[in-house]
């Protein structure tokens, strides 16, 4: 586990927006800018869990967090949820597109409306969501979107074709939007991570031998947590990563 987090002094203050921020890397972070000294903003559909972390994390950060509800599937809700953060904060300075559903699915069952379903979580809210900041990232010096794909589309998993598209193309829109926005100053990268290891996924995917398998094929004989991403994406945010854009970061142990 990544115990240490570096400081980068230069994100005290400033508004930094997370979509999938309630639970799991998205909780972790939230977490993170907040003790950065960042003004955070996290949007989610789940209810419970987003007013809970908010509240917790409000009573030790030095600004409030605040909780945003929004079904990113939906493009008006979205852009409202935004435009919100960008009101109460003043303005936008990084945009985190974290939100994702890692469902399994076979390729004899997939439904044209499931794959609908599964690119408008995993891909189109992400192009969506950096339209609606634009107008605010525009005005903020150094402005950074940082995108989370997966190494999935890499390792030829037949368990979820559509979810491994949607990771693809998160790369390509990535490279496409650095290439839009480097002009105008605003950085654009992407973090792949490899198995990381959540109470969801141990609920729902993940044995204690599927785990093991993995663990031995990185170079890093220990399992990942949502702390493992959180460096890098404090870095790729931060004024450190001021001369990288259009990259993508690959945080898997070694595996690849």
């Known amino acids: 586990m990544a115990d240490v987090v570096v400081q980068h002094p230069d994100l005290a203050g400033k508004s930094v927006l997370i979509t999938g921020?309630?639970?799991?890397?998205?909780?972790?972070?939230?977490?993170?800018?907040a003790a950065q000294g960042a003004r955070v903003f996290f949007i989610d559909i789940a209810d419970d869990p987003g007013r809970e972390l908010a509240a917790k994390l409000s009573r030790s950060s030095p600004h409030p967090v605040t909780f945003l509800h929004a079904d990113l599937r939906q493009v008006a809700e979205t852009r409202a949820a935004v435009?919100?953060?960008a009101r109460a904060a003043g303005s936008l300075s990084v945009l985190v597109n974290n939100a994702g559903w890692d469902d399994r699915h076979d390729v004899d069952t997939v439904s044209e409306a499931y794959w609908d379903e599964s690119q408008a979580i995993n891909l189109k809210q992400m192009f969506?969501?950096?339209?609606a900041a634009l107008p605010h990232l525009r005005k903020a010096p150094g402005a950074s979107i940082v995108n989370f794909s997966s190494i999935s589309y890499l390792l030829n998993m037949g368990d979820l074709p559509a979810y491994a598209t949607a990771k693809a193309g998160i790369v390509g829109l990535t490279k496409s939007l650095a290439g839009r926005l480097g002009p105008e100053g605003i950085r654009?990268?992407?973090?792949l991570p490899g198995m990381i290891v959540t109470e969801r996924?141990?609920?729902?995917?993940?044995?204690?031998?599927?785990?093991?398998?993995?663990v031995g094929r990185q170079c890093l004989k220990r399992t990942l947590t949502a702390e493992d991403v959180v460096g890098p994406c404090l870095f790729l945010a931060s004024e450190a990563a001021a001369g990288m854009t259009?990259?993508?970061m690959i945080i898997d142990g070694g595996l690849l």
């Open 21 to 33: 921020g309630a639970t799991g890397i998205g909780a972790a972070l939230t977490a993170a800018f």
């Open 83 to 85: 435009d919100e953060a």
């Open 128 to 131: 969506f969501a950096s339209q």
């Open 188 to 191: 654009v990268n992407a973090i």
């Open 201 to 214: 996924q141990k609920r729902l995917w993940l044995t204690d031998t599927g785990i093991a398998e993995i």
């Open 246 to 248: 259009a990259q993508t």
